[in-house]
């Protein structure tokens, strides 16, 4: 099977993460410990938004999803991510809005 393939309708689909995922954000090394990653996800498709939620959760990060740019942008005040995985066309504001808000008050986490 694929990253995101479903075997039949009857199955709840996987995530099967390709391995420079896994070993890109597998751990942080913070002077020389590794630690999983604090990570935001923020897609408006809720069948979508947990898969990716439960993934990375089963890969031993600490995972936050928002559903919507306005609770990514409260989220992001209030607590220190290490990653953010944005849907890009969401209803509301986009990827690209919520990118240019990252990149202004979180530069941090844009590269």
Do not use: N, W
Not at 37 to 49: M, N, S, T
């Amino acid at each position: 099977m694929g990253p995101a393939d479903v075997g039949s309708e009857s199955e709840t689909p996987t995530l099967e993460a390709p391995e420079a995922l896994t070993r890109d954000i597998g751990a942080l090394g913070v002077g020389g410990v590794t630690r999983p990653a604090c990570i935001l996800v923020l897609d408006d498709e809720p069948a979508c938004l947990s898969v990716i939620e439960r993934g990375l959760g089963a890969m031993g990060h600490t995972v936050h999803a928002s559903g919507t740019v306005d609770d990514a942008i409260h989220v992001l005040g209030q607590k220190k991510f290490d990653l953010i995985f944005s849907d890009y066309k969401m209803p509301g504001g986009s990827g690209e809005e919520f990118y240019d808000h990252v990149g202004r008050h979180h530069p941090e986490l844009t590269g």
